[in-house]
């Protein structure tokens, strides 16, 4: 990472830490307890291993999710997205797959996978499958004819098409595409481990917040906002490392 | 079979384009051969179905009616011995320099060994780009690389749709003399298509003039091309303002 980048990451973290400090002096440190409270109760609670089974169980369900959604999504897509014909086929699907609230499933999804991982873990892949899909699906569709033929006269198969047009042409697309699903996929993890759980951040959370351990539930907050900037970080890392020609 | 001595025989050659109700045919009765080490420019007017011409021959697009031949042996899908040359280069933007010239080999299974590859950069003055990519070269640069990648496929057949069009007229003059002598080396055949009668004629050996019409207007035997005395020659301007008559009086 970049010194500047890093220096703008600390500017914003101390530019909240005082709006946080402020707006807690204003409304009262019941309602919202100061940073140097919250910190302090940090300190103890990620030396307890209780803290980080949470961290582990949440890590866990939505890496996951990621990766079996990208494992799909992106391979479907950037066939359909190479394939007009299949594309025509599935477009009336993903049509109406895609606006459909996955979230009202929960009750479904638990009654077929139970409580357990993997109906969080199956919640989290189908809500951001649609999106992963679409941005490979029309990230595959922007290939110049001028490269298919370029490829083709070279004597490139259709693997090598894959390899060395569809996939890296369509990478940007997925980074952006990823990034976005971080803030979707950390949303939803909140949710489903709020209900019938008790492992998961979102559990800690709303433990916390029943025992109006206010200082605790705000420890729970940071650490899972914490995974979606690790998990969007490592993203546009990996952007910056595989799609260099985009900023030479 | 062998058909002919020639390396290229193109026969009664047609292309209609068809979508739905409507269709398009933009060549057709299309019959010309080339021999080897033998250079033919393709011109005409927007839309004629030069560079259909072009891809039909390259095997990428497949004749409506007619057939190709290339040292005999049918054209029926992209051969090793042709190579093309696209108008914007067809190099991958995601790939540098030094990946994109040695693309083509890679694929083909072609071994290059390190003083061949070289020996071409240097041939083409590209030598020292092999780390940057497309978007940071110049248009000569860039057709110089797609060239090397031509090149190093060592076909029979060179294909170049409009290969100077984006170059400013210093930089083609300069390319066009610099292209003619690495083909003369190498003993190249090859195919131009252009819009430019100049270059056509300083290029092609043999000057296929096409129509709207999606026919052959004519062919003109053009035997001092390449010659860099013949482009300053009285005998240059007159063959030009030949085929700029040719063209004029099409439909």
Known sequence: MKRKHLLAYGATILLIYALWYILSLLLGSTILPDPFIVFSQGFMEIVERAFWAHVGASGFRILAGLIIAFCTAIPLGLFLGSNPRFDRVFSPLIYLGYPIPKIVLMPIIFVIFGLGDMSKIVLITMIIFFQLLITARDAARTIDTEVIYSLKSLGGTRLDFYRHVVWPVSLPGIFTSLRIVTGTSVAVLFFVESIGTNKGLGFYIIDAWGRADYPTMFVGIIALSTIGIILYETFDLLERKLCKWKNP | ?251
């Not at chain 2, 039909?56 to 290339?70: K, R, S, Y």
Request: aromatic share 6%; hydrophobic share 40%; glycine share 8%.
């Open chain 2, 1 to 251: 079979m062998a058909i002919s001595r020639d390396l290229l025989r193109v026969r009664g050659l047609e292309k209609t384009f068809s979508s739905g109700s409507d269709s398009k045919t933009v060549l057709k009765d299309i019959s010309f051969d080339l021999a080897y080490n033998d250079s033919l420019a393709v011109v005409g007017p927007s839309g004629c179905g030069k560079t259909t011409l072009l891809l039909m021959v390259a095997g990428l697009l497949p004749p409506t009616e007619g057939a190709i031949w290339l040292e005999g042996d049918e054209i029926k899908g992209p051969s090793k011995k042709i190579a093309l040359v696209l108008q914007h280069y067809g190099l991958l933007p995601w790939k540098t320099v030094g990946a994109n010239i040695t693309l083509g080999a890679k694929l083909q299974n072609i071994g290059i060994s390190g003083k061949e590859l070289q020996e071409t950069k240097k041939e083409l003055g590209i030598e020292a780009l092999d780390h940057l990519y497309p978007a940071q070269l110049s248009g000569g640069q860039r057709q110089r690389v797609a060239l090397g990648r031509a090149i190093l496929l060592r076909p029979s057949l060179l294909l170049l749709d409009e290969p100077f069009a984006a170059i400013d007229t210093i930089t083609r003059e300069r390319l066009q003399s610099g292209l003619l002598a690495v083909f003369k080396r190498r003993r190249f055949s090859f195919i131009v298509v252009t819009h430019s009668f100049e270059e056509a004629v300083f290029m092609g050996r043999k000057i296929l003039v096409l129509d709207n019409r999606a026919g052959i207007r004519t062919v003109l035997n053009n035997p001092d091309a390449g010659d860099i005395a013949f482009r300053s020659s009285p005998e240059f301007f007159e063959r030009s303002l030949e085929l700029r008559r040719v063209l004029e009086d099409l439909p």
